[in-house]
């Protein structure tokens, strides 16, 4: 940390008016890719200090807390911090991408964001998704991932739908007296089609395959 100090104070005594426009412009480059670089590393040591437990020393119940209340800042923003920081715990590719500055800080807050609303498909995709935040700027990476996450919606959707088939079951016996018992399961499509089937037993009057529910028509009044 001392080495680092140094060198910041070693950048700001520099005189920027004798900095050639290339020698300028390129700094700029280091000096962003370096601040990518200590974005991870302070992720990785913030998220370290929220697993130990060590902020609870100062009395603070969070992580959270103890950043906003230690640094002075607003607690959304340390709030984001934390966030961002057991994220990427998670995410080794996005890591290791932002730890080489492959991407950028933008960059990494879209794929956080796609994580957090499929945790379990963006650890599939992930590889694909900085793969495409490597080359992609923010804007069409945030298409990316929209497209992306329809795609998921549709096969987590197809794999519920699966799921409920496959717990169907109904048992259909005959009891004494001549009545019969049924039980079972069924999933939404099967189900609603039995209910339309039963209800058109109980109500003549109801017109199979309307999937509506049945209303019992009243008897005429006797006219007097």
Known sequence: MNTLRSSIDELQA?????????????????????????????ARRLAEIDRRGSYRRDGCLSVSSWLAQRFRMAFSAAAAQVRVARALEEMPATRHALREGE???SALRVLVGAREGHLEGFAHAEATLVDAARTLSVRELHRAVAY????????????????????????????????VRVDGDLDP????????????????????????????????????
Request: glycine content about 8%.
């Open 103 to 105: 991407i950028i800080r």
């Open 14 to 42: 520099e005189d920027l008016r004798f900095a050639g426009d290339e020698q300028l412009e390129t700094d700029f480059g280091e000096l962003e890719r370096a601040a990518d670089l200590l974005l991870a590393e302070r």
């Open 189 to 224: 499509e099967t189900g609603q089609t039995l209910i339309t089937a039963l209800r058109c037993v109980q109500d003549p009057t109801c017109a199979p395959g309307t999937g509506q529910a049945c209303v019992p028509q009243r008897s005429a009044e006797p006219t007097p």
């Open 148 to 179: 992306w996450r329809q795609a998921a919606d549709h096969r987590r959707a197809e794999e519920d739908a699966e799921w409920l088939f496959g717990l169907r079951r109904l048992h259909v016996s005959p009891t004494l007296g001549g009545m």
